[in-house]
C-alpha cells in the first residue's frame, strides 16, 4: 500500500507514515472531496475520532483547522503524533477511546468527522456520537461509512438534515442542523 500525503494546505504533497496494521487510510478522491466540501466553511476546530492513520485529522491541520486526532491504538496515536511533529502540523493527538472521549467533551467541535473500522455496529456508533452534542451548537457531523448503510432515519431521530455523496464503496454523510449552512 503507498504511503498517503497530504493534498492541501501548508504541508501539501508530503507523505504520511502509516501503522503497520489496523488502520484503512481514507481514500484520496475522498479527502479531497471532503475539504473542497469544507472549503467554504469558517475554519474552526475539527475532531477526527477512529483517526487511524491520521490522514484527515492531519490534512484539516495543514488546511488550517484546530485539529483533534482521536484514537484507541497506541500505535496509531504515535504515528499521528511523529507525522505531525515532522510536517510541523499543530494537532492534539488523544491516545483513547472515541466514544468516551465525545462525551467528555460536549459542545466543542465545529467539525466532528468519524470514520469508524466497518466491521462495528456504525449505526450505532454514530448514534452515541450525535448523542454527546459534541459538535458546537451550528457544528456539523461527517461520517465515512460503506454504500450499503442508509443513515436517513437517524437524521430524521435528531432532527438534523442529511447529505449524502457517494464515493465508490464510501459515502461521506454530513449531518446538520436545517438551518445551519
Known amino acids: 500500500m503507498s504511503k498517503p ?7 501539501k504533497g508530503r507523505s504520511l507514515e502509516i501503522p503497520k496494521r ?3 487510510p ?3 478522491r475522498l479527502r479531497e472531496a471532503l ?3 469544507l472549503e467554504f466553511y469558517e475554519r474552526g476546530s475539527f475532531l477526527d475520532l477512529f483517526s487511524g492513520s491520521g490522514a484527515i485529522g492531519l490534512e484539516a491541520a495543514s488546511r488550517g483547522w484546530q485539529s483533534t486526532c482521536v484514537d484507541l491504538s497506541k500505535e496509531a496515536a504515535d504515528v499521528i503524533r511523529y507525522n505531525a511533529r515532522e510536517l510541523k502540523l ?4 488523544v491516545h483513547g477511546d472515541a466514544l468516551k472521549f ?3 467533551h460536549p459542545h466543542s467541535f465545529d467539525i466532528v468527522f468519524a470514520a469508524p473500522p466497518y466491521p462495528l455496529d456504525l449505526e450505532d456508533i454514530f448514534c452515541k456520537i450525535l448523542s454527546s452534542k ?3 451548537k451550528d457544528g456539523s457531523y461527517i461520517f465515512q461509512h460503506p454504500s450499503q448503510l442508509k443513515l436517513d432515519e437517524l437524521a430524521k431521530t435528531f432532527g438534523l438534515e ?3 455523496r457517494v464515493y465508490g464503496s464510501n459515502v461521506l454523510s454530513l449531518l446538520h442542523k436545517p438551518d445551519s449552512a
Open 5 to 11: 500525503r497530504i493534498i492541501g494546505g501548508s504541508a
Open 22 to 24: 489496523g488502520t484503512r
Open 26 to 28: 481514507s481514500p484520496a
Open 35 to 37: 475539504f473542497d466540501i
Open 90 to 93: 499543530a494537532a492534539d493527538i
Open 102 to 104: 465525545v462525551f467528555k
Open 134 to 136: 459534541v459538535a458546537t
Open 162 to 164: 442529511l447529505r449524502s
